[in-house]
């Protein structure tokens, strides 16, 4: 995150943070966000208990993050704890496609 070093630079100087729905594990703030790991864990178990076994991790962020992290680690605790594999071939970004089926914008 280009962000990071700056606020790095403001923890170190005595600023006080705190992370909204995002975090930096080596900054230390304080932060209020959603359960992204348990929240994904759970979609996922839930789609298992529905019969779906072929799930896929997609997502959308150009630059991967924390809390991108957390739902892969969510994703992937439920498919072991089911006793699934989890593909390296089914995670992954997902391009936007638009409606008369061109390639994303630029």
């Not at 992370?19 to 864990?41: H, L, M, Q, T």
């Not at 924390?66 to 072991?80: I, N, P």
């Amino acid at each position: 995150n280009i962000n990071e070093a700056a606020y790095a630079q403001l923890a170190a100087a005595g600023c006080s943070l705190v992370f909204v729905d995002r975090y930096f594990a080596e900054i230390p703030a304080d932060r209020v966000s959603s359960d992204n790991e348990s929240g994904a864990r759970k979609v996922v178990q839930d789609l298992i208990a529905a019969g779906h076994r072929r799930i896929a991790f997609l997502y959308s962020c150009i630059h991967p993050n924390v809390v991108l992290q957390d739902r892969q680690a969510g994703y992937e605790r439920a498919l072991r704890e089911a006793g699934q594999a989890v593909r390296a071939d089914w995670i992954g970004r997902a391009e936007r496609i638009q409606p008369d089926g061109g390639p994303p914008p630029n």
